[in-house]
């Protein structure tokens, strides 16, 4: 985690309130590795670990939408 990633992408990452199995610190951690990239991390206030309910699998591929669009 301490090793950085200076590529200029796009990195989003999706994750739960309410992960109880990893903290929402992670994704930032793992973020910070990404130094030149363009981040985004979407917190999903209800969402539990496995952000498997419709609702978070409808924001999860929303999400997936917006980064295929982008890389056109």
């Known amino acids: 985690m301490n090793v950085k990633i200076p590529m200029k992408i796009a990195v989003t990452m999706v994750h739960g309130q309410k ?23 979407n917190i999903i206030k209800r969402g539990d670990h496995s952000l498997s309910s419709k609702k978070n699998l409808n924001i ?6 917006s980064i295929i669009k982008n890389t056109n």
């Open 60 to 65: 999860i591929c929303k999400e997936l939408d």
């Open 19 to 41: 992960d109880e199995v990893v903290p929402i610190k992670y994704s930032r951690k793992v973020l910070k590795i990404f130094s030149k990239a363009k981040k985004k991390l």
